[in-house]
């Protein structure tokens, strides 16, 4: 079967760094996806994994190792607003996107 | 990025009657939709892929006479919640992919969240 796994929850400090891992287990694979979701909104795209490696943007990196079907997502320099859950996805060969349970990040001043 | 615009963004109905939520691509060209429902404090459940101009396909479990979705157009998608019941009250939210583009990533609707009373 398909399965992605990720914390349930976690909480980091204001202004610290922290890193959410994400395993799968897919049919095929063409591409991993971290989306932000705050309560009662729609997910919003972080970023986007393909190849093997780390994509940086601003705050926010993603890493992916395929062989390990491995991902993580680093945030850095917390901000309260950075609360919200974080949800990994992976496009199989279908490409249809599986879903992960989303970890939600509590930020503590 | 491309927008999704879902409408309406949230909504109460009476048991019994049928609700239509939209989805549009509003400035590019989705050939195919997608249509989740969410549980509170639960990740997104794929209901069904819609494709324009052809039977949408249905996720095991969900009712196709229930759920109703049409895509009449590359821009447009609706879904209807027939005679809907206050278990069918959830956070309801599309999404699109540009196909043509290459891209890969799916943007999302704002989503819209129905309770039946």
């Known amino acids: 079967g398909q399965n992605i796994d990720q914390p349930t929850e976690m909480t980091a400090t204001e202004g610290a760094i922290v890193q959410i891992n994400c395993t799968y287990q897919?049919?095929?694979?063409?591409?991993l996806f971290w989306y932000q979701q705050h309560a009662g909104e729609a997910p919003t795209f972080l970023s986007y994994?393909?190849l093997d490696g780390l994509e940086e943007k601003g705050r926010f990196s993603s890493f992916l190792s395929r062989s390990k079907g491995y991902s993580y997502l680093l945030l850095k320099e917390l901000q309260m607003k950075d609360s919200a859950s974080y949800l990994c996805?992976?496009?199989?060969?279908?490409?249809?996107?599986?879903w992960g349970a989303g970890t939600k990040l509590i930020i503590k001043p | 990025g491309a927008v999704v615009s879902q409408h309406p963004s949230w909504v109460i109905c009476k048991s019994g009657t049928s609700v239509k939520i939209e989805c549009r691509s509003l400035?590019?060209?989705?050939?195919?939709m997608f249509w989740y429902r969410q549980f509170p404090k639960q990740s997104l459940m794929l209901m069904a892929t819609?494709?324009?101009?052809?039977?949408?396909?249905?996720e095991q479990g969900v009712e196709k006479d229930k759920f109703l979705i049409n895509h009449a157009s590359l821009t447009l998608s609706t879904l209807t919640v027939t005679s809907a019941h206050p278990e069918d009250s959830s956070f309801y939210i599309c999404?699109?992919?540009?196909?043509?583009?290459?891209?890969?990533?799916?943007?999302f609707g704002q989503g819209t969240r129905l309770t039946v009373v």
């Open positions: 400035d590019f060209q989705a050939t195919t």
């Open positions: 897919t049919s095929g694979f063409n591409g």
């Open positions: 994994n393909v």
């Open positions: 999404s699109a992919r540009e196909m043509d583009s290459g891209a890969a990533e799916a943007f």
């Open positions: 819609s494709n324009e101009g052809s039977k949408a396909t249905y």
């Open positions: 996805a992976v496009m199989d060969s279908n490409y249809q996107l599986i």
